[in-house]
């Protein structure tokens, strides 16, 4: 059944009011958070949007708090979400692995700043993408999402719930400051549906907790239906119970890793502009992407034969897709706010196949097209 | 009380425990040291559940790390192993998503009020409905016998080979200046005043602290002279004093002297979610 509360229509709002709106209208009816800059738009509109519809919002002490409270939330039977930046998803990683391990649906969204440490507080970065990936001890898959506009940002909370809820995994949206900030339109559908989250299908004296269904998720019991379960982020059998063996353990990191890596093809999104007949490709994401779109048209009509791949989901990343990408285009620009985060990824992905371009700022601005324009020149000289 | 012989490690056969009803007896035997005080606590807690006679699907119990913290995985109820430090904002997610829940917090010294006690205090501060319960055992038994946050002065650890040289918290007197509404002490000689606290907290509204101080003969008890677990009782037994209504700064310990127990704060406040909720229902918010 949609929510009610959905703010079905056509609005002028910036990135973190879409992502605020993207999660009510998901059902999220939790959201814990600690004030940072430049989430904070965030965290102000749910704190008025949140009990208008039943829902709860609570400032917590720290980050580690409110991604804490989440993984509690979300085991109380809640659509569970928080925000923050840079410092404060550091802090967060630690009950991130606590989600991970204990397989608990919830969003958390990153509005990258310019980093490391404090930084740059109100101006944007794209610096904590490899963070997304590993930052937290353990080794582990995990789904991001990269949303380049305010529509892709309330488009892609909801897409992040679903994911969480089909997954039983947070989702991180690794948006940006110049995305969160950036005023554009954004409509709202008539209808989100809401993700359902997977319950037992046996009464709880049959119930085995961490017992998955084939496609590695296993159903979910929440505190207060009558299941009676233990969850515990110590090494687990299918019971719940702590195991402290090798092959209990190397059973669930596998599992764990291969329901996400698995369903990649559900999960991994990107968009192809200009790739039929390009010669050169940029890959890039969030705000650069859009910056890079500009630079697309400029080099066509200098003659250059130019594509890109945005993506959409960062991790797991389209290793297939890039690679193919390296069989067809004679360079690849990557356009990113880190010094060559992703730009890994693809150079991975392409097996050293194709000369590479870095076209990196450490943030602070986003790139002009200009600066794009030469990594794609770059790429182009080689052939 | 003389114990001449340790007990041996096997259940004896056919025994049963009387509250096994909210017990995950395929866990049992339980991992903790022979004189450790964690199964008085809870088996004291177990009765305080059925004393209060709340459906126990209605019961969700929250743990840290460390040995208190294990107390979760025996309990058949839903219950929850956290992170360090974490369980009282973990609870605080749970409680706030599903307020019918009756939620307790079970963990030890080191995980409430060293690494999570920024958490601890603004729990109480906010006065959310929940019911923490510490296991105060005076160091780190599960790593080892690492020197806590109440390690009393001159305590011998693993990490104080020469004597504790910082002064340890007053749980009662931070808990009670935090904003709990209610705050009591007892020690696991004392198992049905605990177990009488245990049920005056939980069935309080609001943010409710019960310190249990506990031996942990294998690590703290050892190291510092007292001797065996039972010894630790006799040590309460000669030291711990009654006093209800007490200050809370007069509650701190000292090794060797009297140290007060007893309920020190009981008192009514509206709670976090009392207020957020009547806001809810006159805003008209609808699921």
Known sequence: MPSKATLSGIHFMNGDEAIAEGAIAAGCRFFAAYPITPQSEIAERLSWRLPRVGGAFIQMEDELGAMAAVVGAAWGGAKAMTATSGPGFSLMMENLGLAIMTETPCVVVDVQRGAPSTGLPTAVGQGDMMQARWGSHGHYEIIALVPSSPQEAFDLTVRAFALSERFRVPVLLMTDEVVGHMYERVEIPGEVPLAPRRRPQVPPEEFIPYQPDPDLVPPMACAGEGYRIHVTGLTHDERGYPDMSAEAHDRLVRRLAEKVLRCRSEITFYEEVGLADAEVAVVSYGISARVAYGALAQARQQGIKAGMLRLITAWPFPDERVRALADQVQGIAVVELNLGQMSREVERATRGKVPLAGVFHAGGRIHTPHEVLAGIKEVARCR | ?287
Not at chain 2, 98 to 110: Q, Y
């Open chain 2, 1 to 287: 009380m003389q114990v001449k012989t340790k007990p041996a490690f096997e259940i004896v056969p056919g025994a049963r425990h009387p509250m096994e009803k909210y017990l995950r007896t395929d866990r049992i035997p339980h991992i903790w040291c022979s004189g450790c005080g964690l199964g008085t606590v809870l088996g004291n807690f177990l009765y305080a559940l059925d004393e209060l006679g709340w459906d126990p699907d209605e019961v969700a119990v929250v743990s840290g790390i460390g040995c208190t913290g294990r107390i979760a995985g025996y309990l058949k109820l839903d219950t929850y192993h956290t992170t360090h430090g974490r369980a009282i904002p973990f609870a605080t997610g749970l409680k706030l998503a599903n307020p019918k829940l009756h939620v307790a917090v079970i963990s030890g010294d080191g995980d409430l009020f060293a690494i999570g006690g920024n958490h601890l205090i603004h729990a109480a501060r906010r006065n959310l409905d929940l019911t923490v319960v510490c296991v105060n055992n005076f160091n780190y038994g599960m790593t080892g016998g690492q020197c806590g946050p109440t390690t009393p002065l001159e305590g011998r650890t693993t990490t104080t080979p020469f004597g504790n040289f910082e002064h340890p918290f007053n749980l009662v007197h931070l808990a009670a200046s935090a904003g709990a509404s209610y705050v009591a002490r007892w020690t696991t000689l004392d198992g049905r005043r605990l177990q009488k606290g245990l049920v005056e907290a939980m069935a309080h509204e609001g943010f409710t602290f019960v310190e249990v101080i506990s031996p942990c003969p294998t690590n703290y008890g050892r190291r510092n002279r007292i001797g065996e677990g039972l010894d630790e009782l006799r040590y309460y037994a000669d030291h711990a004093v009654i006093r209800h209504g007490a200050d809370p700064k007069e509650a701190e310990i000292v090794s060797g002297k009297p140290f007060l127990v007893g309920k020190f704060v009981d008192v009514d406040k509206p709670t976090y979610h009392e207020m957020y909720a009547a806001k809810v229902a006159e805003m008209g918010g609808n699921k």
